[in-house]
């Protein structure tokens, strides 16, 4: 080695000022000076530690509100809390000499000396909140007392009044108002770039909200609580003052919870406890566990409390269910200490162990107790079941019936004419099982055994996709659009046909190429085109659940480019075998590729949001919307749906834009048309033919799950969902046999 290796000096995990790492030199023996930081500096730092999200400022803005008395809070949100977060109360208001230092830190009604931390019993106790939001967002306070004949209204900025423009004195100025206050927050972060681009999703800030604004609304009983979006007319969340705690869980988190809730009530003089609350029974099972935990009236959090009271109900609820809990705990405020955690989410109190304990051994006896009756779903008996033997008149009756049981005696001997009994026993035979063999006799035995096979047993022989659920919020389509397109499917009913398709047996499929198979409904058999139906099933799906679809993701991701191109030159090809000269057929593949990329591409966030349609700026195809589960849509016309999308979607009006969208769609997921069966086109060519060699096992798989698709996922979704069209009518399906004309038919015989 020509020069030696130049060492570091420095002992082992010494820290090298950031001066020396710039120029090279290490400036020992020049220690940093200790510096007070400056006070808008601390009041930063403080402020974040304090309010780390919207939903924080909101939490301590509703406990200042009903520590001031209120009866009625109105929150309105904008994008998610971080553009606007207002709150409204009817409490007692704020008086005017108060206002000057109402967003300093540690001004505060509510605590004089620090023993008064032994006996707290409001929410509120440091006087930071206001003064931490000051210092992040702009804050403006509306305020009016009982005894003031007029509302106050005033701005702040870093703690301080401020004017509400450029050159106006910052005292507060004197407004119409009722008595109480209102506070808005606007811009929360708009000075901590770094915290604001934290939040990815306005939306799930939003949900934050309305869990912290229903857990509370649960807790205050005798206060009136409403929230919503800026701008909307509905609520996310209204309770009236004078609902019960039971009706208030059942407006927040459904029937399902408030119907099977137990109330409890516990206390313990040795550790200085009192607990209530409401508990689901064992009848109530959910993925995850809801616990709405209170301790002296502030909501907090307690992992040992979750695990106890998880670990309570697993002897009573199956694998994987967890419960909805509702705890009011007050302990002697001596033992409690309440400043712990920066936000207020934690306490601490004395024997954690034996009151967690207490209240878990009081639920379980009350769980027992009621655990002799489970509510179960089951299935009605049918008419001329097995079940009817039940209705035989009982030993001890008497030998002379009355007028009424002679009548139903009479009624239930009659016999019904043969040619109106409905036969819809699937489960015997099916119609598959009654086709032909194949024609060659050294291939019937393996042939035949193998199409039995498929038919009876293809549940098995499908591969069934893996799907995973996610925690998102379905959202309310309210587009004047979608709703008329809606409207338009409505006038277009076809009820009779409507009412088939709820009530239809399925008979089995008759033929694959066109696409044909035959329900029953009633007396009748019909042929049905359940290509054309699909189409008109997806698209009704498309607006049902605009906005909520859900995603086939592609790993890796497809390449835009590459799948348009192919889908062009296909296309090209395709008209040229067929002899067609139309000038719209002599395109430049890459020019139009190119063209329906950027039209893509420049419509991404549209896509994404509206039909779940991901495609990323550098043109890569990440996912598509999954209208059905169950079934695949056929991947080999993905390039052509694409390609669809330029020319065949008007994207200058909404309406329509998305009308042809959804149609294209719909078009996208109907069943392809495949070749005919090897073991068909043998017997129709007398002999064996390359059917065996030219197709693959590859479409014999796609046909056994579009076989098996189409009875078990298409026509019971066309039976709980469907709503049939005139249209569809006309060209979509023919009756085929009448039980009633056949049997008179055969009487002529």
Known sequence: MADAMDLDDNPRGAKRKADALDDGTENRGQPRRIKALDPNVVNKIAAGEIIVAPVHALKELMENAVDAGSTALEIVVKEGGLKLLQITDNGCGIDKDDLAILCERFTTSKLQKFEDLQSIATYGFRGEALASISHIAHLNVTTRTQSSTVAWRAYYDGGKLAPPKPGQSPDPKPVAGRQGTQITVEDLFYNVPTRRRAFRSASDEYNKIIDMVGRYAVHCSKVAFSCKKQGESSTSIAVQATATRSERIRQIYGGSVASELLEFSTS????????????????????????????????????????????????????GGHPFVYLSLQIDPERVDVNVHPTKREVNFLNEDEIIQAICEHIRSKLAAVDTSRAFLTQTLLQGGPGAALSTPRQGSTSTPSKADSTSTRRAATRPYENNLVRTDTNLRKITSMLPPAATQARNSSSAHRAIGNQDNQTSSVDTPVYETVDREATACRLASISELRAEVRADVHHELTEIFANHTFVGVVDEQRRLAAIQGGVKMYLVDYGRVC?????????????????IRFSPPLDLHELLELAAENEQESARQEGNEDEDMDFDVAEAVELVAEQLIERREMLLEYFSLEISPAGELLSIPLLIK???????????????????????????????FLKELASFYVPEQLPANRDETDEALGGVSDNDTDLGDD???????????????????????????????????????????????????
Not at 535 to 551: M, S
Not at 702 to 729: C, G, Y
């Open 268 to 319: 313990d003089s040795r550790w200085g406890f009192m607990a209530d609350g409401l508990v689901t029974n064992a009848n109530y099972s959910a993925k995850k566990t809801t616990l709405l935990l209170f301790i002296n009236h502030r909501c907090v959090e307690s992992s040992n409390i979750r695990k106890s009271i998880e670990s309570t109900y697993s002897g009573f609820l199956p694998k």
């Open 535 to 551: 189409f008109e099933y997806f698209y009704q799906v498309g607006l049902t659940d605009f906005g909520n679809f859900g995603v």
């Open 699 to 749: 479409i014999q798989a796609r046909r056994n799950h579009i076989r098996w698709a189409v009875e078990h996922v298409f026509f019971p979704a066309f039976k709980s969902r469907l709503v049939a069209t005139k249209s569809l009518m006309r060209d979509g399906i023919l009756e085929a046999a009448n039980l009633k004309g056949l049997y008179r038919v055969f009487e002529r015989c």
């Open 630 to 660: 169950g079934y695949t849509p056929p991947i080999v016309k993905l390039p052509q749906f694409l390609l669809r999308l330029g020319p065949h979607v008007d994207w200058t009006q909404e309406k329509r834009c998305f009308e042809t």
